[in-house]
């Protein structure tokens, strides 16, 4: 991402690209069941459901960029952190947004807009997926209305790396910046 260094919104940026430890998550495994024979309920969906592991792990980051999208306009983060495990940099950026919000601080023209998903390397139950994303100019104000940051924008180029939870789900455990 390019965007002027030190400030607040490019750092909660970086935090979302910064290389961590992939699969850290002190939170408690899911009960598992016992299998059964008898059919799962199931629902009719207007979309289908991603049936392969790229088609899968290419809707969680597509998903994941939607809701930090809406999170920049309501500090509702909770889709976000059950996206990533509790050592993912993407928590703290929620942390962020979150407080940004919640102090009265509002983010203007913030806005991923994604460009290319590109998931590789899957083996088994990880996946890395390239993203790329363009940021136009924005604007993060304070409780007072005051600017704290005026970005230019930029783009995001980053890595990211998948695990699959016991429930099936992908979630983000790790990111790499490639620019």
């Not at 750092?11 to 430890?21: Q, Y």
């Not at 942390?95 to 509002?106: F, H, L, Q, V």
């Not at 899957?122 to 940051?149: C, H, M, Q, W």
Request: hydrophobic fraction near 30%; proline fraction near 7%.
């Amino acid at each position: 991402m390019r965007g002027p260094t030190g400030t607040v919104l490019f750092r909660v940026a970086l935090v979302v690209i910064a290389l961590t430890g992939a699969g850290c998550s002190d939170d408690p495994p899911e009960a598992g069941g016992l299998p059964s024979n008898s059919p799962s309920p199931s629902t009719t969906s207007s979309s289908p459901t991603p049936a392969t592991p790229e088609e899968q792990v290419e809707a969680t980051m597509q998903a994941y960029f939607e809701e930090t999208n809406k999170a920049f306009q309501t500090g509702d983060v909770r889709e976000l952190k059950a996206m990533s495990t509790s050592g993912c940099p993407c928590r703290r950026s929620a942390e962020s947004i979150e407080k940004t919000i919640k102090s009265g601080g509002r983010f203007e023209g913030l806005k991923y807009d994604v460009q290319s998903i590109k998931v590789h390397d899957i083996d088994g139950g990880t996946a890395l997926a390239e993203v790329r994303a363009d940021l136009a100019p924005y604007k993060v104000f304070n409780s007072d209305g005051d600017v704290t940051e005026d970005s230019p924008g930029g783009t995001l180029h980053t890595d990211f790396s998948l695990s699959r939870s016991e429930s099936g789900t992908w979630i983000i455990g790790n990111s790499l910046n490639l620019e």
